[in-house]
């Protein structure tokens, strides 16, 4: 510690020098009073070049944002919050972390021992406040004079990064408490960069990646080798990834993929996947079921997995919280197919069903290019007004997701927010090689648009060209208002909000309850109407803001030049 240096900030700096050291490019602060020490450190790295910083004012907003960043990096991202209300304010995004898989660092700035349980100004039991969800949580005592408190943090960054990116990634706590000075000024002054836009590429920078905290690298399991006998489908749901079209592509097997679960493509793609199940003749011979990731999106699979007559492996890192709604899985890290013919009667038994029942419910016409050079000027007449009334169609749900989905290039990436939207797409959408992500861990409306704010913020970091699309509903942005603060100083992302505005949550129409209660009930609790005026809340935010009513408007405005945020509102009705 140098001369004139608080403990808090000798403290504070040497764990930021390791985090980035460790990998770490982004981090997120909320500002307060006994954080500084953490949040001018981060600030100092920035200004150095060495960190891409977020600041944010809703300790919520600000988890999801670091959930978005994490989500899309693969790395772990810190996340500074003073003591009090502020940590349980985190609780949202580190339970869809844990949930989900994905790295966070929680670093709550707490009170000194001296100043716990006395009824201290916002002091309460915050250590551990995560329970089971945090990876690891440690409750260290103030940075004091004595020893190197250095050292001490580099210590407690590499357990944190160790830890977060482990075998089962996930968020993390480091509870501090510090005692005034709760910092100092550094000693050379500092200039703010004018932008997020550094002379220094961060990607660039040297540094042992992330894994490397990892001491020794572990060891890939050997794999579960199956037999292909048994007739088998494979399930892929939120965040399998492409472990799970591969499986089924090997194995020539019947792949049911979600929209959100990065495996939605291939040949043995099964799209309408919902009838097929629910048909004597298809799911009723299945055998054998492979899961991968998590299945939240249709009844219909928790209902095959709880058959008595069906073998379940699920595939999983670790034993926790396993995907088995009928209590009988068997777990497995890695599958392999034996050696072996392939069954192309059981998987074209489902291809060509599946074929035929997409054909009988497509929307999409094909254009009568003989009437279009026809030499009756009648017939061309017909032709036009055909043509003109397609383009001049009332978006439904259906031709939402299809329009986002097919504005949607690789490079490009697809958020999902929980509505009915999402159900729409996982109904209709055909396969598409696309990173598409969904806080699905705890299906939440939660934090959307800070969730896809992070995502879009990582993802331009690396590249220049795509952008993010979210498609969600009125209530879920609602829900995540604050989101939308822009911050002066900072990059903004290219985004755009389509919001599907049915005003209210309609998604309960479709369940039971809306058969069993009057509509005057329903339409109180349930549906939660709201009349919010749309371009209005863009503005205010600082948006660009486009409605879309018809195709032509929907695909105009998905196509138009991003460079920052938009909002798209799409009037849909309430059926």
């Known amino acids: 510690m140098t001369a004139g240096d608080s403990p808090a900030s000798t403290y504070a700096r040497g764990l930021v020098a390791e985090l980035i050291r460790l990998g770490v490019r982004d981090a997120v602060v909320c500002p307060g009073s006994r954080s500084q020490a953490w949040a001018l450190a981060f600030a100092e790295a920035e200004a150095d070049g060495r960190i891409r910083l977020r600041v944010r004012i809703d300790e919520r907003s600000a988890g999801f944002l670091a959930l978005g960043l994490a989500a899309e990096s693969g790395r772990p ?3 500074v919050v003073t003591s009090g209300t502020a940590v349980a304010n985190l609780h949202p995004a580190v339970l869809e972390a844990h949930h ?43 940075p004091d004079a004595d020893g190197d408190q250095a050292e001490r943090a580099a210590g407690h960054a590499r357990a944190a990064v160790a830890a977060a990116i482990g075998e089962v990634p996930g968020p993390v706590q480091l509870n501090v408490g510090f005692r005034e000075p709760l910092s100092t000024a550094r000693a050379e002054a500092i200039a703010l960069p004018e932008s997020a836009e550094f002379d220094t590429d961060i ?7 992330t894994a490397e905290a990892r001491t020794p690298e572990p060891v890939a399991p050997e794999p579960q080798v199956l037999e292909r006998g048994p007739r088998t489908v494979v399930i892929a749901g939120n965040g399998a990834g492409p472990d799970a079209e591969e499986l089924a592509h090997q194995g020539g097997w019947p792949l049911i993929a979600e929209v959100s679960s990065g495996s939605r493509y291939g040949r043995a793609l099964i799209v309408p996947y919902r009838d097929l199940l629910d048909s004597p003749e298809y799911g009723g ?49 890695r599958i392999a197919v034996a050696a072996g013919p392939i069954d192309r009667d059981w998987l074209g038994h489902w291809v060509v069903a599946a074929r035929e029942i997409t054909a009988e419910r497509s929307t999409d016409v094909a254009p009568d290019l003989e009437a279009a050079h026809s030499h009756d000027p009648a017939t061309r007449l017909a032709y036009v007004r055909e043509e003109f009334k397609a383009v001049r169609a009332r978006v439904d749900r259906r031709l939402l997701v299809e329009s986002v989905w097919r504005a949607t290039w690789p490079h490009d990436r697809l958020v999902f927010g929980a509505s009915r939207l999402i159900r729409v797409a996982d109904e209709v959408l055909p396969g598409k090689k696309l990173r598409v992500f969904a806080n ?20 331009q970091a690396e590249s220049e060209t795509g952008l993010t699309r979210v ?58 109407p709201q009349e919010v005026d749309l371009e209005a809340l863009a503005r205010a935010y600082g948006w660009e803001y486009r409605r879309a009513k018809t195709r032509a408007d929907l695909d105009q405005a998905l196509t138009a030049p991003t460079t920052g945020p938009v909002l798209i509102e799409v009037p849909l009705t309430r059926d």
């Open 203 to 209: 990607a660039d920078i040297e540094a042992p990646a």
């Open 471 to 528: 498609v969600l509903g009125d209530l879920t942005l609602l829900h995540d208002v604050g989101g939308m603060l822009r911050v002066p100083g900072e990059q903004s992302p290219r985004i755009q909000i389509i919001v599907g505005n049915d005003h209210g949550g309609t998604i309960f129409a479709g369940l039971e309850v809306a058969e069993s209660t009057p509509d005057a009930l329903a339409e109180r609790v349930l549906y939660t």
């Open 440 to 459: 699905r861990g705890l299906a939440g409306i939660d934090g959307t648009i800070a969730t896809s704010t992070g995502i879009a913020l990582a993802q």
């Open 77 to 79: 991202v810190p996340l």
């Open 100 to 142: 989900s898989r994905i790295p966070l660092i929680v670093l709550s700035a707490d009170r000194p021992a001296e100043l716990r349980g006395i009824r201290a100004n916002q002091t309460t039991a915050q250590a551990h406040l995560f329970g089971t969800a945090a990876r690891l949580s440690l409750d260290e005592p103030a």
């Open 285 to 333: 011979l299945i055998e054998r079921v492979i899961v991968f990731g998590h299945p939240t999106l249709s009844r219909q699979i928790p209902a095959l997995l709880r058959r008595t007559d069906v073998e379940t492996w699920v595939v999983s890192a670790d034993g926790i919280e396993l995907f088995d709604p009928g209590h009988s899985a068997q777990r497995a890290p």
